[in-house]
T-cell receptor
Framework: DAKTTQPPSMDCAEGRAANLPCNHS???????VYWYRQIHSQGPQYIIH???NNETNEMASLIITEDRKSSTLILPHATLRDTAVYYC?????????????FGQGTTLQVKP | DVKVTQSSRYLVKRTGEKVFLECVQD?????MFWYRQDPGLGLRLIYF???????EKGDIPEGYSVSREKKERFSLILESASTNQTSMYLC?????????????????FGAGSRLTVL
């Protein structure tokens, strides 16, 4: 599975959009990009995933570049409750097991 | 709402004790996973299971075993607890092959079990 690179930390002002980047330059054609987040002392929570096209749900938007080598998770109006560690993970649809390998993620601090 | 329930939120055990961490999911998922999480090391996969009675080692299986006798239940066993197994343990589940083929390989996690071994 492709390795991902994320900045270790980011700040965002409350009410502004938070844009979290992820580099996955070795991604292959059948690998999806998944985003999870982990709020302190809780289990990780699924946010969104995508293959090629941009995706949007009630939590966030996912923008994947045309060459698929990077993506950006967008929280359109960040709140203090969005302070968390955000993980970007890639996984092939052909994977036998579906196990996800978590990196260090990006710690997002939303400030008042 | 789908749920993964871990039996204990906090446990304190003594070195050498046998420890059972239980995890139950109500989503009829094929896959179940045990991770541990430590500061600076992130989440590391201990064991996973893709079917009843089936198990595979993850990245750090040493000192642990697992049991999956029923589809909904996946247990993590520390045969003889040691202080270096003090950690947060997270259970998760996901759909099997169908989920993978459609890209809907979403893991649902439990709230975690914080184990302290004295």
């Amino acid at each position: 599975d492709a390795k991902t690179t994320q900045p270790p930390s980011m700040d965002c002002a409350e009410g502004r959009a938070a844009n979290l980047p992820c580099n996955h330059s070795t991604i292959s054609g059948n690998e999806y990009v998944y985003w999870y987040r982990q709020i302190h002392s809780q289990g990780p929570q699924y946010i969104i995933h995508g293959l090629k096209n941009n995706e949007t749900n009630e939590m966030a938007s996912l923008i994947i570049t045309e060459d698929r080598k990077s993506s950006t998770l967008i929280l359109p109006h960040a709140t203090l409750r969005d302070t968390a560690v955000y993980y970007c993970i890639v996984l092939a649809s052909s994977s036998n097991t579906g196990k996800l390998i978590f990196g260090q993620g990006t710690t997002l601090q939303v400030k008042p | 709402d789908v749920k993964v329930t871990q039996s204990s939120r906090y446990l304190v055990k003594r070195t050498g004790e046998k420890v059972f961490l239980e995890c139950v999911q109500d989503m009829d998922h094929e896959n179940m996973f045990w991770y541990r999480q430590d500061p600076g090391l992130g989440l590391r996969l201990i064991y996973f299971s893709y079917d009843v009675k089936m198990k595979e080692k993850g990245d750090i299986p040493e000192g642990y075993s697992v049991s999956r006798e029923k589809k909904e239940r996946f247990s993590l066993i520390l045969e003889s607890a040691s202080t270096n197994q003090t950690s947060m343990y997270l259970c998760a589940s996901s759909l099997g092959p169908w989920g993978l083929r459609t890209g809907a390989n979403v893991l649902t996690f439990g709230a975690g079990s914080r184990l302290t071994v004295l």
